[in-house]
């Protein structure tokens, strides 16, 4: 990440990384899928740039045109009409160009037997001093065990468990009426914008799977999917399974939820207590085998019983549907998740996701969310290319492959140099009984010695000094 510029010139120029990046993955053509195209007047690209590049200026579009650093063609005007699009699909345009770079760069950077996975969670998009915002709800923040007003922004992600690239998202509102404090503006349920609003009134579970659906169906692909245990009901999981073909690791609530455990009902307390535990420093407390069951449907489960670190005397649950997974694995799976954490404070922290747009429009919120995502992805890859040398081309393979065989070779004959002086120095042999004890200790050698000290038939040449 510290290699992308800052600025350049002044706070209105792009930098070089953000341009290639646009450049790289047809930003302005995701767009224009996504219909955010126009026929004449300024660009769309134009437009899409400024607000892309406008966390790297240090300055709001308030303060550039106060100070008179606001250089662009359009005004600010066009810029809010451009947010408050309502028929620019905001979500299409955040899975496809992740799509982009998931399925053209990070997969082959990746090996085929590596476990990549989806991850979802959710985050509080505050809102608290504004009254009017379209569909603002009364939200519980988790972090600070109080209500808030805002929405919910879940969050679905990709990972491989080095980068970390947000695929999909939605602004969630109150299901109920009675935690809604503005109401949103009225459109045909047909549209773009009324089954916007329409999501976002939904229970999270259920639109979980769609996000996934989407995802797929772009062409993102992943073995699991990991959440925590807001999400983990066993209706969700059995849908995950048998319509979307993903297994599920989670951690499970210490709930009433039942499993069924040996021809009975019980839920993990129950089941916890009726198992002998393993003892000393070992990874993993208890592990069983359960079936899911929900409305006449059940797959097979494994639970995993963890210590838990903040509290010895207290023990944790996740649960795997794929079953042949090792207990050591699905913990190893689930650490995945913790990107997910790592990306909403990025976002909060650097990225301008709250402060930068205070706007009251809905449709402009669902923009605004996509183009931080989009700033998101592009330091993912350029901080996978600081760190992967992999990343330069197929001739890094070569080099490095070279530098390695002439490393080798070069010690080689430094060692055994080093070793024919002292045989002269102590023994005061000829040169021909040098090279006869010199031919024998390099047949003695391994093969993979040899070869390496007689390529290009260098080996006399390289040890011999004659």
């Known amino acids: 990440m510290s290699s992308i510029p800052q600025t350049t010139g002044n706070g209105n120029s792009v930098s070089d990384f953000a341009t290639k990046f646009i450049k790289r993955f047809h930003?302005?053509?995701?767009?224009?899928?996504?219909?955010?195209?126009?026929?004449?007047?300024?660009?769309?690209?134009?437009i899409f740039r400024y607000l892309f590049c406008m966390m790297f200026s240090d300055r709001s579009i308030y303060m550039q045109m106060k100070t008179g650093t606001f250089g662009e063609t359009f005004s600010k005007n066009t810029i809010y009409r451009f947010l408050n699009d309502t028929r620019i699909n905001w979500q299409r345009f955040t899975t496809l160009l992740?799509?982009?770079?998931?399925?053209?760069?990070?997969?082959?950077?990746?090996?085929?037997?590596?476990?990549?996975?989806?991850?979802?969670?959710?985050?509080?998009?505050?809102?608290?001093?504004s009254k009017k915002v379209e569909m603002l709800a009364r939200v519980f923040d988790h972090c600070s065990m109080k209500y808030k007003s805002g929405f919910r922004m879940l969050t679905l992600g990709w990972s491989?468990?080095?980068?970390?690239?947000?695929?999909?998202?939605?602004?969630?509102?109150?299901?109920?009426d009675k935690n809604l404090l503005c109401g949103g503006k009225q459109y045909d349920g047909r549209s773009l914008a009324g089954r916007r609003r329409r999501q976002s009134r939904?229970?999270?579970?259920?639109?979980?799977?769609?996000?996934?659906?989407?995802?797929?169906?772009?062409?993102?692909?992943?073995?699991?999917?990991l959440f925590d245990?807001?999400?983990?009901?066993?209706?969700?999981?059995?849908?995950?399974?048998?319509?979307?073909?993903?297994?599920?690791?989670?951690?499970?609530?210490?709930?009433?939820?039942?499993y069924l455990?040996?021809?009975?009902?019980?839920?993990?307390?129950?089941?916890?207590?009726?198992?002998?535990?393993?003892?000393?420093?070992?990874?993993?407390?208890?592990?069983?085998?359960?079936?899911?069951?929900?409305?006449?449907?059940?797959?097979?489960?494994r639970l995993v019983y963890v210590r838990n670190k903040g509290n010895r005397k207290d023990w944790l649950v996740l649960i795997s549907t794929d079953t042949q997974l090792s207990e050591e694995e699905i913990i190893r799976i689930y650490g995945k998740r913790w990107d997910i954490e790592v990306f909403f404070k990025a976002c909060k922290s650097y990225l301008n996701l709250v402060k930068e747009y205070r706007g009251i429009s809905y449709?402009?919120?669902?923009?605004?969310?996509?183009?931080?995502?989009?700033?998101?992805?592009?330091?993912s890859v350029a901080q996978r290319e600081n760190e992967d040398d992999r990343t330069i081309c197929e001739l890094c393979f070569c080099l490095l492959d070279e530098m390695e065989d002439i490393t080798f070779s070069r010690a080689m004959c430094i060692i055994l140099d080093a070793l024919?002086?002292?045989?002269?120095?102590?023994?005061?042999?000829?040169?021909?009984?040098?090279?006869?004890?010199?031919?024998?200790?390099?047949?003695?050698?391994?093969?993979?010695?040899q070869e390496a000290l007689g390529r290009g038939n260098l080996l006399h040449d390289s040890i011999l000094w004659a």
């Not at 259920?206 to 699991?224: F, K, P, W």
């Not at 839920?267 to 085998?289: A, H, Q, T």
């Open 27 to 46: 930003v302005g053509k995701l767009l224009f899928q996504c219909n955010a195209g126009k026929e004449k007047g300024i660009p769309v690209m134009d």
């Open 202 to 225: 939904r229970k999270a579970t259920d639109v979980m799977v769609e996000l996934l659906h989407s995802a797929q169906c772009a062409g993102i692909t992943a073995r699991y999917v």
């Open 160 to 176: 491989d468990g080095n980068s970390f690239v947000p695929v999909r998202h939605c602004l969630l509102s109150a299901a109920e």
């Open 261 to 301: 455990y040996n021809s009975e009902k019980l839920n993990v307390k129950e089941i916890y207590s009726r198992n002998k535990k393993r003892r000393g420093r070992s990874r993993y407390l208890l592990s069983v085998f359960v079936d899911v069951g929900k409305d006449g449907e059940s797959i097979p489960a």
């Open 420 to 449: 024919m002086d002292a045989v002269m120095e102590y023994f005061h042999i000829t040169e021909a009984q040098l090279e006869e004890f010199t031919s024998s200790f390099i047949h003695r050698l391994p093969q993979y010695m």
């Open 229 to 258: 245990s807001w999400f983990s009901a066993p209706k969700t999981m059995i849908a995950l399974k048998n319509q979307e073909h993903l297994d599920t690791i989670a951690m499970v609530k210490k709930s009433k939820t039942k």
């Open 98 to 129: 992740s799509a982009g770079i998931i399925c053209h760069f990070m997969k082959p950077l990746t090996n085929e037997k590596r476990r990549d996975v989806f991850i979802v969670d959710d985050s509080l998009f505050d809102r608290s001093r």
């Open 363 to 379: 449709d402009a919120m669902n923009a605004h969310v996509a183009i931080v995502f989009s700033r998101y992805m592009m330091l």
